[in-house]
């Protein structure tokens, strides 16, 4: 089992940038494959973006395309998620996401706010 803790999030201008982190706990991170979800108010959780065990493939949403980047540090036990020219759309809660075959866990989020 492994448990997240997200960092990172607040509340930032149209256009401006967050990097948020997720720390992992336990000897296995690279087990896992890692991801970003978010949940804006009353709206279900989607999908932001992913990245594998070695961190050599990366996978975004087509809303956040170009515009955030996933990546992950094996020996730091670390996801991150650069988000860049955000927009008031992005406002949401941020999860992170860990799955290893079947099972996944979740991290107890970040808010992050983009005001316009």
Not at 21 to 43: D, E, H, L, V
Not at 64 to 74: D, L, Q
Not at 76 to 92: F, G, I, R
């Given at each position: ?13 149209t256009g401006g940038s967050l990097r948020l982190s997720c720390a992992a706990s336990g000897r296995t991170f690279s087990s896992y494959a890692m991801g970003w979800f978010r949940q804006a108010p ?75």
């Amino acid at each position: 089992q492994v448990q997240l803790a997200e960092s990172g999030g607040g509340l930032v201008q149209t256009g401006g940038s967050l990097r948020l982190s997720c720390a992992a706990s336990g000897r296995t991170f690279s087990s896992y494959a890692m991801g970003w979800f978010r949940q804006a108010p009353g709206k279900e959780r989607e999908f932001v973006a992913a990245i594998s065990r070695s961190g050599g493939f990366t996978y975004y949403a087509d809303s956040v395309k170009g515009r955030f980047t996933i990546s992950r540090n094996n020996a730091k036990n670390t996801v991150y998620l650069q988000m860049n020219s955000l927009k008031p759309e992005d406002t949401a809660v941020y999860y992170c996401n860990a799955r290893f075959l079947s099972s996944d866990y979740w991290g107890q989020g970040t808010q992050v706010t983009v005001s316009s």
